[in-house]
């Protein structure tokens, strides 16, 4: 009897060992062809960044585009990036380990971000959070099978906008581009409206003498009890380092200014960047 419920037991284990395996690979299968797919053959010559793409913007901005090594290099297009962090639902809850990988067409304003989040051991949540063709969508599945959410709507498109405006610290070029309108505020700060497709969202970026975003701040829907409320929200950069000879942040604190005080949720670390090569790892 011991023998029989041992084997059955361990086959029980192997099943749903396998599940998880075969819900992880199809979630991120599906995920990637939607990544590949923000990616066309492009065979145009890309253009180089100059002082001249930068004259007139607010001068904050100037000295922060000069700070990155932007100028002189190639206008950036598409991005693909691998994150390391840790992240949380609530103040109460540990920190969780997450890894994701991210890609971006710069041109189009969009993004794929696909994500891992390890919530015990052997179990794992996956997400993926996008904008495309101007709408916005954070699907998560646990194991990669069940669905926990599928969120859409207006304010998840302006979420996702803001994401993309917040994450072009990333790819400092593309703040050259037109969908972005640039306000002077005062010497460290400047405003920045992001507009595409009828979906539009705002923050403000806030520098220091040496020329780098030091946080960017913003109103952002949070999601409570089922509702959308709109709350502050800030991205803290918390150091910056060099990749492909254009300094970026990698490593930014993500928190909401809550009238309970302040709720860091995400601790993302760029751990690997690369520019204008159009492909999924």
Known sequence: MLKITLIILGLTVVLIVSACVIGSFAFTKKAKEEAEALFTEDKEKLEVVTERDIEGLPEPVQRYLKYTQIIGKEKIKTVRLKQGGYFRTNENQKWMPIKAEQYFNADSVEFVWIAKVRILPFVSIFAKDEFIDGKGNLEVKLLGLVKVADAKGYEVDNGEILRFLAECIWFPSAFLNDYIRWEAINSSSAKATINYKGTEASAIFHFNEKGEVTKITAKRYREVD????????????????????????????????????????DKIEITDIEYNRPSVY
């Open 226 to 265: 089922g509702r959308f409320v709109l709350e502050d929200w800030e991205g803290l950069i918390a150091e910056y380092r060099e990749f492909n000879g254009v300094i970026i942040p990698n490593k930014v604190n993500i928190v909401w200014k809550l009238k309970t005080g302040d709720f860091c949720y």
